[in-house]
């Protein structure tokens, strides 16, 4: 068994970065239909499912799946270990399972003070960007149980594509985007610790497995960036990408019974009004590991 000595992330190593690229771009899939697969039974998925589902998170990083069955957190749990997420990454706010029940609280509820227990939008971000490094969230499962009346839809980007765009414009911004005090979360009391320190690092790392890790919020408050011409140029790009019409942005509304499947994607939320007689209902594991590799 021999041991990969090169890898496309690396800056130094241009001829592998660019055999990556034109097959992550000739793989890419822009049409978001291609993207969904039908299951019958989230909870034993068939082998065709199955590989069709990994098959989408190897080249893109994610995939939809769209079942008519209704699930509740255990089922979920069942289907994310089918792919090989296992390790749930609990916050205080998630039931004893560790999965996170996400609907509009009431107002006098702790969690209204968390933007994703209301129903504004949630701008672009990597899930878990403000946990320490040892509890880096690489895989996720978002499940809509009920969707929105208004509003509430998904934007999803392959973290790899946002690279390849940010590297072809200017190396330089992965290098700056790659340093490990780029991008501090001050202390502050949240959603998933209570009180947590202050989290300082990258956007962008390779894990031990070669695989490319994002770390990333657009939001303008409680964040703090190196304040260097480089790094602003580079986060500056980053949000140009985000706000563009790329067709590698896919934009989905997900129905009840649908549910995203990635390696911690790029996502953003838009604003929602609820159906009074059926609140929005989503489901949210976030897992230690990545979807298996095939
Ligand atoms: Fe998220």
Same mark, same amino acid.
């Given at each position: 068994?021999?041991?990969?000595?090169?890898?496309?992330?690396?800056?130094?190593?241009?001829?592998?970065?660019?055999?990556?690229?034109?097959?992550?771009?000739?793989?890419?899939?822009?049409?978001?239909?291609?993207?969904?697969?039908?299951?019958?039974?989230?909870?034993?998925?068939?082998?065709?499912?199955?590989?069709?589902?990994?098959?989408? /998170?190897?080249?893109?990083?994610?995939?939809?799946?769209?079942?008519?069955?209704?699930?509740?957190?255990?089922?979920?749990?069942?289907?994310?270990?089918?792919?090989?997420?296992?390790?749930?990454?609990?916050?205080?706010?998630?039931?004893?399972?560790?999965?996170?029940?996400?609907?509009?609280?009431?107002?006098?509820?702790?969690?209204?003070?968390?933007?994703?227990?209301?129903?504004?939008?949630?701008?672009?971000?990597?899930?878990?960007?403000?946990?320490?490094?040892?509890?880096?969230?690489?895989?996720?499962?978002?499940?809509?149980?009920?969707?929105?009346?208004?509003?509430?839809?998904?934007?999803?980007?392959?973290?790899?594509?946002?690279?390849?765009?940010?590297?072809?414009?200017?190396?330089?911004?992965?290098?700056?985007?790659?340093?490990?005090?780029?991008?501090?979360?001050?202390?502050?009391?949240?959603?998933?610790?209570?009180?947590?320190?202050?989290?300082?690092?990258?956007?962008?790392?390779?894990?031990?497995?070669?695989?490319?890790?994002?770390?990333?919020?657009?939001?303008?408050?409680?964040?703090?960036?190196?304040?260097?011409?480089?790094?602003?140029?580079?986060?500056?790009?980053?949000?140009?990408?985000?706000?563009?019409?790329?067709?590698?942005?896919?934009?989905?509304?997900?129905?009840?019974?649908?549910?995203?499947? /990635?390696?911690?994607?790029?996502?953003?939320?838009?604003?929602?009004?609820?159906?009074?007689?059926?609140?929005?209902?989503?489901?949210?594991?976030?897992?230690?590991?990545?979807?298996?590799?095939?």
């Amino acid at each position: 068994m021999g041991i990969e000595l090169t890898s496309p992330f690396d800056l130094g190593d241009t001829d592998s970065y660019l055999r990556w690229r034109d097959k992550k771009l000739a793989l890419a899939m822009v049409d978001t239909n291609e993207l969904i697969v039908e299951i019958k039974d989230p909870t034993r998925v068939t082998e065709s499912e199955c590989n069709a589902l990994l098959n989408r /998170c190897h080249h893109c990083n994610m995939a939809i799946y769209a079942s008519d069955v209704e699930m509740d957190e255990r089922m979920l749990r069942d289907f994310g270990a089918q792919f090989g997420l296992i390790q749930l990454d609990a916050n205080w706010l998630a039931d004893k399972l560790g999965i996170s029940r996400i609907t509009v609280s009431n107002p006098d509820n702790q969690r209204q003070t968390y933007i994703p227990y209301t129903d504004r939008a949630i701008k672009w971000h990597t899930d878990g960007y403000y946990n320490p490094p040892e509890r880096r969230i690489r895989g996720m499962v978002l499940h809509c149980a009920q969707n929105a009346g208004i509003g509430g839809e998904n934007r999803v980007m392959d973290h790899e594509i946002a690279y390849l765009m940010l590297r072809d414009e200017n190396p330089d911004f992965i290098r700056a985007l790659s340093a490990s005090d780029v991008m501090t979360i001050p202390a502050r009391e949240d959603e998933f610790d209570g009180v947590r320190e202050a989290q300082t690092g990258p956007v962008f790392s390779i894990d031990m497995q070669g695989h490319l890790h994002m770390r990333y919020t657009a939001r303008t408050r409680s964040i703090e960036w190196k304040q260097d011409a480089i790094t602003l140029a580079a986060v500056a790009q980053l949000e140009q990408i985000l706000a563009s019409d790329s067709a590698h942005i896919h934009r989905l509304k997900m129905e009840s019974g649908m549910g995203l499947l /990635c390696n911690n994607v790029l996502h953003d939320r838009s604003a929602f009004t609820d159906d009074p007689n059926n609140p929005r209902l989503l489901y949210r594991a976030r897992y230690l590991e990545r979807v298996v590799s095939i």
